[in-house]
């Protein structure tokens, strides 16, 4: 299974700040096939990026994937206090397809 | 509008069987895999698998093969997960999700079917 690490494990930001979040994966994802979910406390998982770079329909601009290989990131601008929540990175590049651990985006 | 609507929460006692179900609403059902993901209390995604309605194709997660049956009838749009024998360790939430063509993120998720298995 590819392993993907995310880091950090909680970010404590405040609303208008930046937030970087990165999955480091244990080996080259081709073809950028990696995904970032947003999920809110009770709710379900939300598409945002895919393709690594991708916005998800109806996903605001400040939400941005890169990378390529092994690292990826995902960075909001200027948070909004409806951004804090949970933050998955997914590769669906080699089966099973694996998730990350998370990361907690909190005030 | 595009949906997946999850059947009800379970409780169950170990070693009982269960059957969840995911029906697709306002696509082509048969045309789109669909995932089944785990979330155990307080804890991340798992993926368990995955089953194309339309032939029944199926992949598991190594994790999850023996330990869970996927299966979908097309006919009413809707995909099921499984388990013949329920142990306290199966007490999760599970998602259904759909992924468009193969391979692919998941772009729509069902509200979540919580299981909760206790003598």
């Known amino acids: 299974d590819i392993v993907l690490t995310q880091s950090p494990g909680t970010l404590s930001l405040s609303p208008g700040e930046r937030a970087t979040l990165s999955c480091r994966a244990r080996e080259p994802i081709s073809s950028d096939y990696l995904a970032w979910y947003q999920q809110k406390p009770g709710q379900s998982p939300r598409l945002l990026i895919y393709g690594a770079s991708s916005r998800a329909a109806g996903i605001p601009d400040r939400f941005s994937g890169s990378g390529s290989g092994t690292d990826f990131t995902l960075t909001i601008i200027r948070l909004e206090p409806e951004d804090f929540a949970v933050y998955y990175c997914?590769?669906?590049?080699?089966?099973?397809?694996?998730f990350g651990q998370g990361t907690k985006v909190e005030i | 509008e595009v949906q997946l609507v999850q059947s009800g929460a379970e409780v169950k006692k170990p070693g009982e069987s269960l059957k969840i179900s995911c029906e697709g609403f306002?696509?082509?059902?048969?045309?789109?895999?669909i995932a089944w993901v785990r979330q155990m209390p307080g804890k991340g995604l798992e993926w368990m698998g995955m089953i194309f309605p339309a032939d029944s194709d199926i992949r598991y997660s190594p994790s999850f093969q023996g330990q869970v049956t996927i299966s979908a009838d097309k006919s009413i749009n809707t995909a099921y997960l499984q388990w013949g024998s329920l142990k306290a360790s199966d007490t999760a939430t599970y998602y259904c999700?759909?992924?468009?063509?193969?391979?692919?993120?998941?772009?729509?998720w069902g509200q979540g079917t919580t299981v909760t298995v206790s003598s």
């Open positions: 306002g696509y082509s059902f048969p045309a789109y895999w």
């Open positions: 999700a759909r992924q468009v063509g193969y391979p692919n993120a998941l772009d729509v």
């Open positions: 997914q590769q669906y590049n080699t089966s099973p397809w694996t």
